[in-house]
């Protein structure tokens, strides 16, 4: 008898902001007004496309994401869950996430969304400090991201919020006290991230000109280490290399991408893996929903992909996680060949950056905080 495949997620992509975002590229996708009919009626066609590829599974999470899902219509949401769980059955305790910036005008809506069955919020916070939200480019203020949070933390049963470190002038006692600020508060996830520099961001021209200055890795992994020192102590523990929660709190939802399980995704621009394949919908608006009236669906791409892809994607999204990964599973993903360089892997397991044993493999904490250097050396692409 085949086992039951694991739970499978389901990813909606809602492309309309509110206004220019300096983190993404849908700053093309900000309007006055949308055709919320047109818009769910295609949601929910895309939807019907991608259970009918893969019917009779268990569905374990669903995460509204992308420009700004919080505005998205309730109406639309519910339909959007009531259609899924008519396609799938649904886990008893299911993950319902959206993903919401932290403003007054999102958070009137939140009881709404509760309403339409989300279950979990992630709130973009980014910083408990005016000055650094400024520099971020952020809309909101500290007071009305706390106020955001507030609302969130009486509407919904689970709560997250990102933020973002290693700041352009921000101390290890800065950081220290500002997430000390930010465990008080009782959510049972947090997001950190380290600021990066990635090229063609407004951080990027900052840096070329000279106006922003990047950490050292000294000073990156000083700050790296007392994060995890200090969640841990606070009972949220690393679980994944810049996400902490509660025993049992983890993201379903991003456990499924980490541990390479099937996730279906809908809506413009979003990813899909299934079955060995991978899909990706049109990314420009109007392109996708010409493409779901014309076709039924909105997707550009369907590769399959062939083993040593798979499980190269395994690797490079396992070792992300503090569980490390089955190192049966990917060598029959990958063919039956693991692609790991042993030279490498035996040299980082002296150093102690790698654990290994006949089963799994995981990245200690003292590899962490150089992560991208291990993948890069450890895995044959």
């Known amino acids: 008898m085949t086992a039951d495949p694991a739970p499978l997620a389901l990813y909606v992509h809602w492309p309309f902001c509110v206004s220019k975002c300096p983190y993404c590229d849908f700053n093309s996708h900000v309007r006055e007004t949308v055709d919320q009919e047109?818009?769910?009626?295609?949601l929910l066609a895309d939807l019907a496309h991608e259970a009918a590829l893969l019917p009779g599974r268990r569905l374990g999470s669903i995460f509204f994401g992308g420009g700004t899902p919080s505005l998205m219509p309730p109406e639309t949401v519910a339909a959007i869950i009531d259609a899924a769980a008519g396609h799938w059955r649904f886990e008893p305790d299911i993950e319902i996430t959206l993903e919401a910036n932290p403003s007054s005008v999102e958070a009137s809506r939140f009881a709404d969304i509760g309403r339409a069955g989300v279950n979990r919020v992630s709130l973009g916070l980014q910083a408990l400090d005016d000055t650094a939200l400024r520099f971020l480019d952020r809309a909101h203020g500290v007071a009305e991201g706390l106020a955001a949070l507030d609302t969130a933390q009486a509407v919904f049963e689970r709560v997250s919020f990102d933020l973002i470190y290693a700041r352009p002038t921000q101390t290890l006692a800065d950081w220290q006290a500002e997430l000390a600020r930010a465990l008080s508060f009782g959510t049972e996830h947090l997001s950190l991230y380290q600021l990066t520099i990635e090229p063609g961001t407004r951080f990027a021209t900052l840096f070329e000109k000279g106006e922003l200055?990047?950490?050292d890795s000294d000073e990156a992994a000083?700050?790296?280490e007392a994060t995890r020192a200090m969640t841990a102590a606070a009972g949220l523990p690393a679980y994944e290399i810049s996400n902490h929660a509660r025993p049992g709190a983890e993201s379903r939802h991003n456990l499924t991408y980490w541990r390479y399980g099937d996730y279906a995704g809908i809506g413009p621009g979003a990813h899909g893996r299934r079955?060995?394949?991978?899909s990706l919908r049109r990314k420009k608006p109007e392109n996708w929903l010409?493409?779901?009236?014309?076709n039924g669906h909105g997707i550009e791409?369907?590769?399959?992909l062939v083993p040593h892809e798979r499980g190269v994607e395994a690797l490079l999204m396992g070792l992300r996680l503090g569980e490390g990964v089955d190192l049966t599973r990917i060598a029959a993903l990958a063919g039956g060949e693991l692609p790991l360089d042993g030279h490498a892997l035996a040299g980082m397991a002296r150093q102690g950056l790698v654990v290994h044993d006949a089963e799994r493999l995981r990245v200690t904490d003292a590899g962490m905080p150089v992560l991208e250097a291990i993948l890069r050396a450890l895995v044959v692409a």
């Open 275 to 278: 079955g060995g394949v991978a």
């Open 213 to 215: 200055a990047a950490y």
């Open 38 to 42: 047109l818009w769910r009626a295609a």
């Open 290 to 294: 010409t493409a779901v009236q014309r």
């Open 301 to 304: 791409r369907e590769d399959p």
């Open 222 to 224: 000083d700050l790296f």
